[in-house]
């Protein structure tokens, strides 16, 4: 059916350890929901050095990769995958914008934070990178697909 075709994509946003910390867990669990995405994996997990390596690759001779990192690594990060119709571009205007100062109220980081390197959450940018990183962070048997019989409300 074309609601199967819609469900298909599926994209990869983590909770960085300052929205584990604040508590703003469940708030954007909730917005995820609400939007009528359907959560295929979620956990915790203590990140290490080299897992940031390989999922922020493209950014690892910035210079302000230390400082990246070192905030990752602060604390648990919530990793999920929602599924649902253009998940990733949905889930990035979701986000905001990098920088706070420039995310629209409304969003996650334009009602959450202030700072780029306290920015509460990461989204996927691309179907491709959504299929890397949930690969990166999720093992085999993690990532669920099953049918979401709600969908037949929101598609
Ligand atoms: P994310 O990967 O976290 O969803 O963020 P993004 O695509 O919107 O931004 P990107 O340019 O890929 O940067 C990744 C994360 O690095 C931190 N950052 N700090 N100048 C800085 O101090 C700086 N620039 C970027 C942010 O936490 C950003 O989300």
Known sequence: SS???N???KTY???KPDGVQRGIVGNIISRFEQKGYKL???K???ASKELLEQHYKDLVEKPFFPKLRDYMLSGPVVCMVWEGKEAVATGRKMLGATNPLESAPGTIRGDFCIEVGRNICHGSDSVENAEREIGLWFEDGEVLDWTDHSFDWVY
Request: glycine share 0%.
């Open 13 to 15: 946003i983590m909770i």
């Open 44 to 46: 915790t997990k203590q």
């Open 7 to 9: 469900a298909a994509e």
């Open 40 to 42: 295929c994996a979620l």
């Open 3 to 5: 609601m199967t075709m």
